[in-house]
Structures are given as C-alpha cells and as structure tokens.
C-alpha cells in the first residue's frame, strides 16, 4: 500500500506562539502551518520566521504529525519569499490556495525543484496539496488534473469560503444547512478530480467548530462518498475526524464476508450475499477497505 491518506490536517496560524505549541500531542495526521489568510497582512514576515523556526526543531517521525505548509497564493508576490523562509526548513508539503488548475501547481513544483536542489535533499520530495475551488475559474479547470501528470500532487481540497467571496455570494448554505448549488458543484468536482488524478480527496473545514453532531455527520457523508479525510481548524476537531475517516467494525465484518464469499466460489463474478448481490466492484472496495483497516488496526484485521 502506498502511504497512508491523510485523515485530519488541522490548520495552525502561523504567526500563534500559543496554537504552535499544541502542535506536540493534538493527534492529527498532519498540520497545516499557515502564512494565508489567517495571518493579517502586517504578521506575514513574523508567521514565515516563527513557522520556519518551529519546523527547524519539529520532532519527526512516525508518532510526529507530517508538517505541512500554506503559503500565499501565486499572485499575492509572496510565494518566493514564503518559500525560501519554509524550504530549508524541510516541510513534508506545501498547501497551494487559490490554485486555478494544472498550471498552478507545475508552477509551484518548478519553485520546489529549485529550492530543494538549494538545499541539496533530492530524496525528500515536497508533496503539494491544491485548494482548487476558491477562485471563480478554478472549478473549470479541475477535469485538467487527470492527464497533467503532476507527481508532487498529494490531494486535492476544495473552499467554500473564499469561492462565495469571488462570485459575490452572501452565504454558502441554504437555510436547512445544505450546501447551496454552486458549492456542491465545486465540491462533486473536486472529488471527482482527486479521483481521476489518483490522489486524496480531502473535505473541506466545519467551520463550526463547537457542532461535535454536525462534524460527525458531515464527516460520515464525505467518507460514504470518496473523501478520505478532511481539514480541521480547531483540535477539538481532530479526534472526530480520525475517527469518522477509518472503517467501522460492522464494515470490517462485512468486508470480510464479502471477501471470504469470492474466495469460496472461485471463477463465480457474482453472487447473493444476505440477499443482496455483490460483484467485482464490491469485491475490490472490500480489499480496500481491509487494507485500510489493517494498516490502522481497526476490528481486529
Ligand atoms: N491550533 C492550535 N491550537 C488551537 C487552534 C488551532 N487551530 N484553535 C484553537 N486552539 C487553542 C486555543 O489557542 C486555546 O488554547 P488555550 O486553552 O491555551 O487558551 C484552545 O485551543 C481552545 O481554543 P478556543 O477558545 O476554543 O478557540 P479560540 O476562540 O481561541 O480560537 C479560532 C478559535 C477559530 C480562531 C481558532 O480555532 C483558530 O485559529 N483556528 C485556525 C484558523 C485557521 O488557521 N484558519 C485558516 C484556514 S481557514
Ligand atoms: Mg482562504
């Protein structure tokens, strides 16, 4: 199995001794250290030092989050300045905001080539994660990722913050909490771009922070439909999150079954299994999903 996905990436501001410090112990698989939009414009310079100061003596390793980066978007002529700061750090990747498709991101990986020849670490390839729905265009370009064949890609996520900000809209949500069209939209693309490209698709933040039954039912829906974990802003977020992104004991049986069924009828593509049919399809979910559960420990596999 390749590496792992990605379940909680929580993101921390990087210009916040205090949230810094609670990067030590908060469980989540990676954070994101931010220089973007949580950072007002007269902190850029102290987020950048303190950021690269705090991955120089960030302990690494398999009980260590992976330490990711947000640097500023390509157009806001901060991106080299934020680069040569966090590179000789050595974040495991860089998150891209506002990338409009492919282009961005080869953009991007040229810089990374540059700078990691700097620093003389060719075998420390810096991944990259796209937010690609928050400008009005981007959402037209995610079908490009496919055929782009760009390996620094790790995951593709999506924003419906500033994507309502660019179209001039004055929420995100219709009053029963759905998602209103156009951020469904974007979201489905995302998915289905991540999909198509071979990389994970990551959900987007519960900006609500304290709705523990919101998070958790959210985080069901995006798993049950391909998102293999999520972003968080807050590290009460993160155990949730976890949590709802691995395989629960009832699938694992399940799986099982499904599995041990194929294997008891060799040559046979379909079968009935509790009155329902399964085929190949199942089959190789089931795999999956097995696999998954083994490399986490979950029911026993
Ligand atoms: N990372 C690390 N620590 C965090 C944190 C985060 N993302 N969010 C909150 N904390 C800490 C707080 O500093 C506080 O610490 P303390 O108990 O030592 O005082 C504790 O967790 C409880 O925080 P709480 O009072 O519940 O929240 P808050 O009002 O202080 O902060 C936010 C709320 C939204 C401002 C904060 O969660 C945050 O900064 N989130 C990330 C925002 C971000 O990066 N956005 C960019 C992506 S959209
Ligand atoms: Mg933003």
Redesign the pocket.
């Known amino acids: 199995m390749t590496a792992l996905p990605l379940r909680s990436l929580?993101?921390?501001?990087g210009d916040?001794e205090?949230?810094?410090a609670?990067?030590a112990g908060?469980g989540a698989d990676a954070v994101i250290l931010?220089l973007?939009?949580?950072v007002a414009p007269a902190q850029k310079a102290d987020a950048r030092k303190r950021v690269a100061d705090f991955l120089a003596s960030a302990p690494r390793g398999a009980d260590a989050p992976r330490y990711w980066v947000?640097i500023n978007p390509l157009d806001s002529g901060m991106v080299l300045e934020d680069l040569a700061q966090i590179m000789p750090a050595m974040p495991d990747g860089i998150m891209q905001p506002k990338t409009n498709g492919p282009a961005c991101v080869r953009q991007l990986s040229h810089y990374l080539d540059a700078f990691e020849a700097a620093r003389g670490a060719a075998d420390t390839a810096t991944g990259i994660i796209a937010i690609a729905t928050e400008t009005a265009v981007a959402p037209f370009h995610l079908g490009e990722f496919a055929a782009a064949g760009l390996s620094r890609l790790t995951g593709l996520t999506w924003g419906a913050?500033d994507l309502a900000t660019a179209i001039l809209a004055s929420g995100n949500r219709t009053a029963n909490g759905d998602w209103m069209f156009t951020f469904q939209m974007a979201r489905s693309l995302c998915l289905l771009a991540s999909h198509a490209s071979g990389v994970q698709a990551i959900e987007t933040?519960h900006a609500d922070?304290r709705d523990e039954a919101g998070l958790r039912a959210s985080c069901r829906a995006a798993r049950a439909e391909g998102f293999s974990g999520r972003?968080?802003?807050?590290?009460?977020q993160v155990a949730l999150i976890n949590e709802a992104f691995l395989p629960s004991v009832q699938e694992v049986h399940h799986a099982r079954r499904v599995v041990e069924v194929f294997a008891a009828n060799p040559g046979v593509g379909t079968i009935g299994l509790d009155g329902k049919m399964v085929d190949i399809p199942h089959l190789k979910q089931a795999e999956r999903l097995l696999a998954l559960a083994e490399a986490y420990g979950v029911g026993g596999v």
């Open positions: 929580l993101f921390i501001p916040s205090k949230k810094l609670k990067v908060c931010d973007e939009d949580s947000r913050e933040l922070f972003l968080a802003i807050h590290p009460a």
